[in-house]
C-alpha cells in the first residue's frame, strides 16, 4: 500500500527557507519519477518540481534557482528545498509519485500525498 506523507510545511518570513520532506513508504524507486506540485488560494494546480531515479530533474520557470529536489534513496524520502521565499510561494505543497515517464509528462502521476501548507508572508 503506498503512502506518501508530506512535513516540513509552516510559516516563514519572506525571504526565508523551508525544506519539505515526502517519505514514500511502498513505491519503488526503480525506473519512477516523485513531483512536487502545489495549489495556492485560488488558483489552479502547478508543477513546481521532479526528480526521476535518473537523478534527472525540472523544475517550473518560478521554481530554477530557489527551489531544489533531491531523493534520499535510503530514507525513501524526497525533498524540496526551498530558499528565498517570496509570499507568492503560499501553497498547499503536495508530492507525487508515478513512473519514470510522469517526469516527462508523457504519463500521469499515480500517488498522491496530503500536502503540507506553506504562509509567507
Known amino acids: 500500500h503506498v503512502q506518501l506523507v508530506e512535513s516540513g510545511g509552516g510559516s516563514v518570513q519572506a525571504g526565508g527557507s523551508l525544506t519539505l520532506a515526502c517519505l514514500n513508504s511502498d513505491y519503488s524507486w526503480a525506473r519512477a519519477c516523485m513531483g512536487w506540485f502545489r495549489q495556492g488560494p485560488g488558483k489552479a494546480r502547478e508543477g513546481v518540481a521532479a526528480i526521476n531515479s535518473d537523478g534527472r530533474t525540472n523544475y517550473a520557470l518560478f521554481a530554477k534557482g530557489r527551489f531544489t529536489i533531491s531523493h534520499d534513496n535510503d530514507k525513501n524520502t524526497v525533498y524540496l528545498q526551498m530558499n528565498s521565499l517570496k509570499p507568492e510561494d503560499t501553497a498547499m505543497y503536495y508530492c507525487?509519485?508515478?513512473?519514470?515517464?510522469?517526469?516527462?509528462?508523457?504519463?500521469?502521476?499515480?500517488?498522491w500525498g496530503q500536502g503540507t501548507q506553506v504562509t509567507v508572508s
Open positions: 507525487a509519485a508515478g513512473c519514470w515517464y510522469a517526469c516527462a509528462g508523457t504519463s500521469k502521476y499515480n500517488y
